[in-house]
């Protein structure tokens, strides 16, 4: 198996991984368990800011270590045992001690993946990878989401937590199919043929502070995620919560509209280098901002799905630019 073939089956995989919780846990938590909305957003939230600040820390391990695809298999066993613990047991400390676990892992598949890719691929080509990379993400993301609404539908909620292990080993297996030999780790921290020795070495922590535009892209990207984590979960549990016995379904039908929208949005990144990356960034903050007004204006279900194309456009964009802007500040 090649090394792009590898690349396109680990970003669909994984995606198959990670989509097998997402907002499921919410609608889980608040009509099977019967958890309370007060409830579950103080968990959620809590554990996710705690989970947040181990970010900084996990990507300086994910960019001095060589074993990046341990990480990715350690994250994958750890994210299975989440989701199988969720399902038997949904009680307030094992799912903020599973989601906690959730949100310090939501730093770990990305960079990692980001980080193989750098080590495999020529900077020369590295836009159209990682528009590729993302293409493969949404379309991991689409399929799960069809998956989890026909399994959702047919055995309940609970089964569609057990897709987290099932598609997990299949990843494992492909990840590790990359030869570790064959992942250049001095281009993955970023290096270049023009750099110096002094210019390779790791910055030191202040540096993130005094470094203008790694502000803004942090204050950018922190805002955007701050606006936009929050939309899909709440969307899913009002329609869950006005349609039920159709809770998996309407929850997949939400991100199906979304990735179909992600996938051909996620290819223009490949293009970010003739059409310059700010430009495609304003196009994803403005879908942001234009999704979270029309979602006010209607609670029908029909308009809250169909409102999800803007999902696709602005994450779409955001989350291919975001490795590829780094790279250059590398």
């Not at 959702?152 to 292990?165: D, E």
């Not at 030999?181 to 023009?194: E, F, K, L, T, Y």
């Not at 003739?274 to 994803?284: Q, V």
Request: one cysteine or more; glycine letters at 10%; a positive charge.
């Amino acid at each position: 198996m090649s090394h792009h073939v590898a690349l396109d089956w680990l970003n669909f995989l994984l995606a198959d991984v990670r989509g097998g919780l997402g907002p499921y846990v919410s609608v889980f938590l608040l009509t099977e368990a019967g958890w309370d909305q007060a409830t579950l957003g103080l968990v959620l939230t809590i554990s996710g800011l705690i989970g947040i600040s181990m970010h900084a820390p996990i990507g300086a391990l994910i960019d001095a270590t060589r074993a990046k695809r341990g990480l990715i298999v350690v994250g994958i066993v750890a994210l299975s045992a989440c989701a199988i613990a969720i399902a038997w047991r949904p009680i307030v400390p094992i799912v903020f001690a599973a989601d906690l676990t959730m949100a310090i892992l939501g730093a770990v598949f990305a960079p990692v993946v980001a980080a193989i890719t750098l080590g495999l691929v020529e900077r020369d080509k590295l836009a159209a990878r990682l528009g590729r990379n993302a293409a493969f993400d949404r379309a991991g993301n689409l399929f799960i989401a069809a998956v989890a609404a026909a399994v959702g539908t047919a055995w309940g909620q609970r089964a569609v937590f057990y897709l987290v292990p099932f598609f997990g080993v299949w990843t494992m297996w492909i990840v590790l199919s990359i030869p570790r030999h064959a992942i250049d780790h001095q281009r993955a921290r970023g290096w270049v043929p023009s750099m110096t020795v002094r210019q390779y070495q790791p910055s030191r922590w202040g540096t993130l502070l005094t470094d203008k535009s790694l502000l803004v892209l942090a204050g950018v990207a922190a805002l955007f995620h701050l606006a936009n984590a929050a939309m899909l979960p709440l969307v899913s549990q009002k329609l869950a919560l006005g349609h039920p016995g159709q809770e998996a379904a309407l929850t997949s039908g939400a991100i199906i509209v979304g990735q179909l929208v992600m996938v051909p949005v996620s290819l223009l990144v490949a293009r970010a280098d003739r059409t310059g990356r700010k430009p495609l960034l304003l196009i994803a903050i403005a879908a942001l901002v234009l999704r979270g007004i029309l979602f006010t204006l209607s609670g029908n279900a029909v308009w809250l799905i169909a409102v999800q194309v803007l999902d696709g456009i602005g994450i779409g964009l955001f989350d291919a630019l975001l490795p590829l802007i780094l790279s250059r500040s590398s």
